[in-house]
């Protein structure tokens, strides 16, 4: 069968079906499916029910694996496949605390952050339990060109966890803390394929500005934030069991969402991409 694309918002994410991920597939196919990555950012496959090799499998369709960074959530017989469990999760006032809320980019704080993240869905609750999406480089494109001239010269310093972080990240000890590197990141990045420029946004773990002071430079931060997460860019999937999704981390935010019975279990494989240093958007 052929493959099938169907479009899912007006500039990006697209639902592929008629493959099946778990068969061998043959290089022009592998070929088709990153040059689809590369396009529309989020590429969204229903009914596949992968299991930890054959997401393995499926992940190295779009390139190298990459090591999950918090190693207390992998699988120990599949130490490049991490898990989000509800079961890991706090409940604070009836709500759980979950792991990526706030929209972000993976690893921003990583020389080479990973190129994509994919999910793999196990067990979803009745209702809620959605990651959206924005396209950041459509957002970048509607700035006006003053705007876009300004940004585009300017990097920010990228950490752990940002002393203005809107949300709390996992608790590390000052051992793991210091393995964990620290990066001057570009605010507007040239997609390595397609040669776009996008908003390189991360406010958990964005310090400032280089060369502004504290609050003019969070303030621009949270400027451009507000207006890349408005919802004339956002897609936000309902997962399905058997969903496999994968998304490239330099053309689109992610967040998760808590807004599901803490009583019911969520549970999803995650792997990541090996990426390369990101480059400046410069004329």
Request: hydrophobic share 35%; glycine share 6%; net charge negative.
């Amino acid at each position: 069968m052929a493959i099938q694309i169907s479009p899912i918002t007006p500039t990006f994410g697209v639902k592929i079906t008629g493959i099946d991920l778990k068969n061998d597939l043959d290089e022009s196919t592998h070929k088709q499916l990153k040059a689809l990555l590369s396009q529309y950012a989020v590429l969204v496959f229903p009914n596949q029910f992968l299991g930890p090799a054959e997401l393995i499998q499926a992940g190295e369709i779009f390139g190298p694996l990459m090591p999950q960074q918090l190693q207390k959530y992998i699988l120990p017989d599949f130490p490049l496949v991490g898990y989000n469990s509800t079961k890991d999760l706090p409940v604070k006032n009836g709500k759980l605390q979950v792991r990526g809320e706030n929209y972000h980019t993976d690893h921003s704080n990583s020389v080479c952050p990973p190129k994509a993240t994919a999910l793999s869905a196990v067990k979803i609750p009745s209702s809620g339990g959605d990651t959206q999406f924005v396209d950041v480089r459509q957002s970048f494109d509607d700035l006006s060109p003053k705007l876009q001239e300004k940004i585009i010269y300017l990097r920010s310093l990228h950490v752990h966890e940002s002393t203005r972080s809107p949300r709390t990240f996992t608790k590390l000890s000052e051992e793991d803390l210091a393995k964990i590197p620290n990066v001057t990141q570009p605010l507007v990045i040239r997609h390595p394929d397609s040669g776009r420029p996008a908003l390189y946004l991360n406010t958990g773990r964005m310090e400032g500005i280089e060369g502004m002071n504290a609050d003019e430079g969070f303030n621009l931060i949270n400027s451009l934030y507000e207006h890349a997460i408005r919802n004339k860019y956002e897609y936000r999937h309902r997962w399905a069991e058997g969903d496999f999704v994968i998304w490239d981390n330099r053309s689109v935010m992610h967040q998760a969402n808590a807004d599901y019975n803490p009583e019911e279990f969520r549970y999803l494989y995650r792997i990541m991409l090996e990426g390369d240093a990101l480059s400046a958007f410069l004329p």
